[in-house]
């Protein structure tokens, strides 16, 4: 494990800074950037669009989730398929990295205007941070509707002890760093070879950007420690 680097990110975490992490060779082989929620502006919505590419995704600690009755999406279409039997040919069962999909709905603030701008998606993720840190359960519907533009991903129950994907990679990094365990994470993307980013390339643009560059399994081990 690289403490020193380990240290940085949660620093970094912290002060609202963006931490690129790559997850495994063995799963889905990509770098994310990660920032935490609370922190994200329209400034961080905007460089996630231009420098990373990939679908921009607001992680939820379970424990959140369940205090807002919040479903993964496929418990929404397994309960729509009588109506809609199509759904249930839908399931994504052939992930080959990975045995079930965190995602679950899709959301805009309700003060927002389209939705999708810098400026709308950074007040719907913003938001749901401080609603969820201060425990404001019951508003949640009043704040926000579906569909939107802001795609909420489920972490799983326990995080990183239970799967280890970028959603519970990210929470786990905010538990460690003490900040409110909701993130942003976004996918790079290459748009020369039209593949993910290589960690190769990740690097070079964090030493350019001066962020730091985290292997998952550095987050895994240090919050199976903590936790």
């Not at 949660?10 to 935490?36: K, P, S, Y």
């Not at 900040?179 to 996918?187: D, I, K, L, R, S």
Request: hydrophobic share 35%; glycine share 8%.
């Amino acid at each position: 494990m690289n403490q020193e680097n380990l240290y940085k990110a949660l620093e970094a975490i912290r002060n609202g800074e963006f931490v690129l992490v790559f997850d495994d060779d063995d799963r889905e082989g990509e770098v994310d950037m990660i920032i935490a929620s609370e922190f994200v502006t329209p400034k961080s919505i905007a460089t996630m669009r231009n420098d990373a590419g990939g679908l921009i995704c607001n992680c939820l600690h379970s424990d959140y989730c369940d205090a807002v009755h919040l479903p993964f999406m496929v418990d929404i279409m397994s309960a729509a398929a009588e109506k809609y039997p199509q759904l249930a040919g839908l399931a994504p069962n052939d992930i080959p990295y990975d045995e079930r999909s965190s995602f679950s709905i899709w959301v805009n603030h309700r003060k927002s205007f389209t939705g999708v701008t810098d400026h709308d998606r950074a007040m719907t993720i913003n938001e749901m941070a401080k609603m969820m840190g201060d425990e404001r359960f019951d508003e949640f519907s009043k704040t926000f509707r579906s569909p939107g533009h802001v795609c909420l991903l489920r972490g799983a129950d326990g995080l990183v002890k239970n799967r280890r994907g970028h959603t519970e990679i990210g929470l786990a990094l905010c538990e460690l760093a003490g900040v409110t365990p909701v993130c942003v994470v976004c996918e790079m993307m290459d748009g020369e070879t039209g593949q993910a980013t290589s960690i190769e390339d990740a690097r070079k643009y964090g030493e350019e950007n001066g962020l730091v560059l985290l292997r998952g399994e550095d987050i895994i081990n240090k919050y199976l420690e903590e936790y």
